[in-house]
């Protein structure tokens, strides 16, 4: 299964619910079409819900720095919920883990946005 | 007990993203049959997809007239661990691993991209990088076999 992407609005946080495989090819570049299509709403708040994500490569790794990035250079900020143990032990090993704000409950990551 | 070498693969791939995912498909399915769990078949996917994206895109750079090429084995010998190794050739012109910069230091952390080497590394027992003859780049993956009950 390739990646799933929706949309949702909490309050003025946008929460993407993210479920399959962020690989190099359809996987990444939705997750980046997502990302500049809310960048492009004026969204500057934007949670990301990585709770039904079941791999990520290297490539997906390159589009949540370069979504982070992006966001946090346009004045806004991106957050991610819901690691799955394979994808926190990938952030950990790759030294990003401390780079996210990285949440395990929906409404703490929300109220965590000022 | 004489060593003995098993081939388990030995296939050439086009250069496409396709070939990323049917030789990650086939090679899973290799390492479960030989009884690594869950865990460690993960480590041995996401190896050899990085290796095989790194062949298709960065080596043979989705050239139609260029191909990867797949060897999977299992080897046994006596007094060490059966090894399953794995091993990825491209076409591509190469490259010099002391150049690929350090994915971990500080002013690499926010790259986009330069990760896949680092991953193959801290997901198997041992990888090796060489130029291929006569042209082209080869990794060698392996990973010890868990012992059968």
């Known amino acids: 299964m390739s990646v799933k992407l929706n949309t949702r609005q909490v309050g003025d946080v946008s929460v993407v619910d993210v479920s399959g495989r962020i690989t190099l090819g359809e996987g990444s570049s939705a997750l980046r079409d997502c990302l500049r299509d809310l960048m492009a709403q004026n969204n500057k708040k934007i949670l990301l819900n990585l709770s039904e994500v079941s791999y990520i490569d290297s490539s997906g790794i390159g589009e949540l720095v370069s979504g982070f990035t992006t966001v946090a250079n346009s004045g806004g900020t991106l957050k991610l919920l819901g690691l799955t143990r394979r994808v926190k032990d990938l952030l950990q090993i790759t030294k990003l883990y401390t780079v996210f704000d990285v949440h395990e409950e929906e409404a703490h990551a929300i109220r965590a946005f000022v | ?149």
């Open chain 2, 1 to 149: 007990m004489e060593p003995t070498l098993k081939t388990l693969l030995d296939q050439d791939y086009p250069s496409t993203l396709q070939s990323v995912d049917d030789a990650e498909t086939v090679i899973l399915q290799a390492a479960a049959d030989l009884g690594f769990d869950e865990d460690e078949q993960h480590r041995i996917g996401m190896s050899v997809r990085e290796c095989m994206v790194n062949a298709v895109v960065h080596g043979n750079r989705y050239n139609r007239n260029k191909v990867v090429h797949v060897g999977v084995t299992h080897s046994c010998e006596a007094g060490a661990d059966d090894k399953f190794t794995v091993q990825i050739v491209d076409q591509g012109e190469g490259f010099e691993v002391q150049e690929v910069p350090d994915p971990l230091q500080e002013n690499n952390l926010l790259s986009h991209s330069g990760r896949g080497l680092f991953l193959m590394g801290a997901f198997m027992d041992d990888v090796k990088v060489r130029k291929a003859v006569p042209v082209g780049t080869e990794v060698t993956l392996v990973k010890s076999v868990p012992p059968r009950n």
